[in-house]
């Protein structure tokens, strides 16, 4: 199983970001998708997740109304579109993948597959 993020960069305050997480040797459909985010000196911070059924997704209050979370199946691909960034929204960004989730998908260790993470800096 690989999971890869990618799409992270410098942006400024209120500019957009849209990461990406392919990932292989999996059945794509049957996983929920999560992202996680760490900043220097934090834990791991839940961010959001697209459940298997493609179509409910749960956000984290610092996320919601800013970030979407969506996925392309005929790619195997889980994306985070990230909107009006702000500096606070500065960490790694990692994509993880678990089967079974029901109310806890904001505990990290529920996902058994995890990216290696995309750095996002945004600079106010």
């Known amino acids: 199983v690989q999971l890869q993020a990618s799409g992270g960069g410098l942006v400024q305050a209120g500019e957009s970001l849209r990461l990406s997480c392919a990932a292989s040797?999996?059945?794509?459909?049957?996983?929920?998708w999560g992202w996680f985010r760490q900043a220097a000196g934090k834990e791991r911070e839940f961010v959001g997740v697209?459940?298997?059924?493609?179509?409910?997704?749960e956000y984290a209050d610092s996320a919601r109304g800013r970030f979407t979370i969506s996925r392309d199946s005929s790619k195997s691909t889980v994306y985070l579109r990230m909107n009006s960034v702000r500096p606070e929204d500065t960490a790694v960004y990692c994509c993880?993948?678990?089967?079974?989730?029901?109310?806890?998908?904001?505990?990290?260790?529920?996902?058994?597959?995890w990216g290696q993470g995309t750095q996002v800096t945004v600079s106010s």
């Open positions: 993880a993948a678990a089967p079974l989730l029901g109310d806890w998908y904001k505990v990290p260790w529920r996902y058994n597959n």
């Open positions: 040797g999996l059945t794509f459909s049957n996983y929920n």
């Open positions: 697209i459940k298997r059924n493609g179509v409910s997704m």
